[in-house]
């Protein structure tokens, strides 16, 4: 009897420690809202003109899906991005775009507790541009007057959450050139601070 007892509460252990293993591990779904500062510079293009990194800002919703220490991460924000150029003659010719960026990361987190974790992540970044504005430049009109609209670029970084707080230090590179006659890539620096509505 005393075997047939010892039998029964090890199996309801076992069951209640299997349940309580995947009810952490059942994806938990957060919504939430984002802003930050952008610093971008773009690749020359030219062996005339030399990038310079530019201040910028960032700001739209995000989501996340956690999976245990897993999560999937989608953004979608309004990005305005300046960079400029040291030129051979002197000037310093300006551009300055906005773009939608909608970058899609897997991260894995190295802390995971309740209230406090520690992250790293990659992934891609899709980018749509609005608006282009630039100094008037015959190396930059030239080379920017076909603006590209769609650019695919990558990105990587690490963040802290806190509760319902969250802040990450990422870079973003282009894949494809922001003006094919320019063949220029942008790179950027991007701190982001956001609040998880739930």
Known sequence: MKQQILALSTFLLCITCSVETKAQQTPAFHIGIKGGANFTKTSAGSSSLEGKYGFGYQGGIMTRMDIGRLYVQGEALFNKRKTSFD?????SPKLTWNSVDVPIVIGYKLINDKDFNV???AGGVYSYALKNNLSTSKALQDGFKNFDKSNIGITGGIGIDYKNFSADLRYETGLSSIS???KSK?????????YFLF
């Open 119 to 121: 992250r790293a992540f």
């Open 87 to 91: 030129s051979k003659d002197g000037s």
């Open 186 to 194: 942008p790179h950027s620096f991007t701190l982001g601070i956001g």
């Open 180 to 182: 094919k006659e320019f």
